[in-house]
Structures are given as C-alpha cells and as structure tokens.
C-alpha cells in the first residue's frame, strides 16, 4: 500500500486545528483509558489500522489488558467491561455507524453514568476519532 497525500505537510493549519481538539480531550474530565476505548472501538469499526495501532499502544501504556484488547470488538460477550464502559461502546457504535442514529436508549443508558459535561466531552472524544480515522483512511497514512 502507498499513502496517497500528506495533509499535515499540505494543509498544516488544518491539522492544527484537529489537534487543538486533542488538546482539549486530554483535558477533560473522561478517564484517559476510556478514551482510548473509544478511539479503539471507533477505529475498529472504521477499519483504520493506524489508529488501531497508535491507540492500542497508548492503551497498553495507561494499563489497558492485552485481555481487553483483544475482546473489545466482543464487549457485548463478556464481563470484562464495566456497564459505564458498555454504555459508552454502544453510544461509541452508533455515534461511528450514524446512519443508523443515535437510539433513544443508547443516550439514555449513557447520560444514566455521566453528566451533561462528560457526555458532551465523550460525544467530542467519539467524532474526534471518527474525523481522524476518515483522513488516515483516505490519505493512506502508513503503520510503522
């Protein structure tokens, strides 16, 4: 595979300006590990092996399970992850598969474990990725 255009060299302000979203991510009241489930699941879905292999190992350093890991794409079929960590992979899920909408219950069962700060920042946290996992996809960035 060859990558296709380095936006970031081209386009820096761009790329600047996603970051400047990261930055604020970092700084959010979102435990660190969660976020990295999110960024995790997200490109899971979105087939984005950059990201996969940038936040699995940001997640490992922070603590993450190899366990975990590997059974993130079955969070469904096991007990490894928390409720507030199961609602956050749904809403994760379907924020990602948008053509689907967001369901009534999936919000609820999310703003049930965090408050309107948190879920606006988790919500942040979800697009973020979402937005970083179509330019790597597009673009071709290379793992490694």
Request: glycine share 2%.
């Amino acid at each position: 595979m060859e990558s296709r255009i380095n936006i970031q060299k081209v386009e820096p302000a761009a790329y600047q300006a996603m970051y400047g979203l990261e930055k604020y991510l970092s700084t959010s009241k979102v435990d660190p590990i969660l976020l990295e489930l999110i960024k995790m699941r997200a490109s899971q879905i979105n087939g984005c092996a950059f990201c996969l292999n940038m936040h699995s190992t940001d997640a490992r350093k922070m603590g993450e399970t190899e366990q975990r890991l590997y059974l993130l794409n079955a969070w469904r079929e096991t007990t490894l992850f928390t409720e507030e960590e199961k609602a956050i992979l749904a809403l994760t899920e379907e924020v990602t598969q948008i053509t689907n909408h967001v369901s009534d219950a999936t919000y609820k069962t999310a703003s049930s474990f965090f408050n309107e700060q948190e879920l606006s920042q988790i919500i942040m946290a979800i697009v973020t990725i979402n937005a970083w996992n179509r330019l790597a996809i597009t673009a071709k960035v290379m793992v490694g």
